[in-house]
């Protein structure tokens, strides 16, 4: 089985502060991770993924993500947030063997105040 | 490339009817998902195909529920008949794996989905 978890509904941050958002698996397998983003309106966006070597991976508009073995988490964070960062994000993980499909966690909402 | 391409965009039925929603894949892309995102559930799978092939169809709700992948181009969700409770936004997306690369480190891309009201 392959599950995902994110705490938090919903991050506040001030535009230029560094934002996190936080992430935690279980798999029965290597975990695959993946973060996507998601706009009004919108499909969902890829955004990075860890497959395996660095702990931390950058992906896309600046943002990167630590995995953490021991604490089987895979944080998404970035030094200094946008306003136009403000989105739905998802934490996604693919782990057990054969199973293509994505198991997706249930969003965070990241607003960012000017 | 144009992208995971998705239509209708909206749709609004009465309760009983048929609705069929539809897919074009990413030109080359040999898995393809369905999944229906709600406020209550999140992001849930309901199928997916690899080479035209159902492999994965547990999260189908229920028996009203179908899908086909006639050609690699295409694929259909079908509701029949529709209730209120499956008012959702449905995605399609699709991702390329290829011979020798372990699949299970591609990304999928993700059509903009289609918002499905059922009154």
């Known amino acids: 089985a392959q599950s995902v978890a994110q705490p938090e509904d919903q991050v506040n941050v001030a535009e230029g502060n560094p934002l996190t958002v936080k992430c935690t698996y279980s798999?029965?397998?290597?975990?695959?991770l993946f973060w996507y983003v998601q706009y009004p309106n919108r499909g969902l966006q890829f955004l990075l993924k860890y497959i395996t070597g660095d702990n931390l991976v950058k992906g896309s508009y600046g943002f990167e993500a630590e995995f953490n073995k021991s604490q089987t988490s895979f944080h998404l964070k970035k030094p200094s947030a946008l306003v136009s960062d403000s989105a739905l994000y998802f934490c996604?993980?693919?782990?057990?063997?054969?199973?293509?499909?994505?198991?997706f966690g249930s969003g965070t909402r990241l607003q960012v105040q000017p | 490339d144009a992208g995971v391409i998705q239509s209708p965009r909206h749709e609004v039925t009465e309760m009983g009817q048929e609705v069929t929603l539809r897919c074009k894949p990413i030109?080359?892309?040999?898995?393809l998902f369905w999944y229906r995102q709600t406020m209550m559930r999140g992001l849930e799978l309901l199928i997916y195909f690899n080479n035209n092939v159902p492999i994965d169809d547990s999260g189908m709700p229920e028996d009203r529920f179908s899908a086909k992948m006639p050609n690699a181009s295409f694929s259909t969700l079908k509701i029949q008949p529709s209730e209120p409770r499956d008012s959702a936004v449905y995605f399609c997306?699709?991702?390329?794996?290829?011979?020798?690369?372990?699949?299970?480190?591609?990304?999928?891309?993700f059509g903009q989905g289609t918002r499905l009201t059922v009154v």
């Open positions: 798999v029965s397998g290597n975990p695959y």
């Open positions: 030109s080359g892309h040999n898995s």
């Open positions: 996604a993980v693919r782990g057990s063997p054969g199973r293509r499909a994505l198991t």
């Open positions: 997306a699709s991702s390329l794996y290829h011979r020798g690369i372990d699949p299970m480190n591609t990304e999928a891309f």
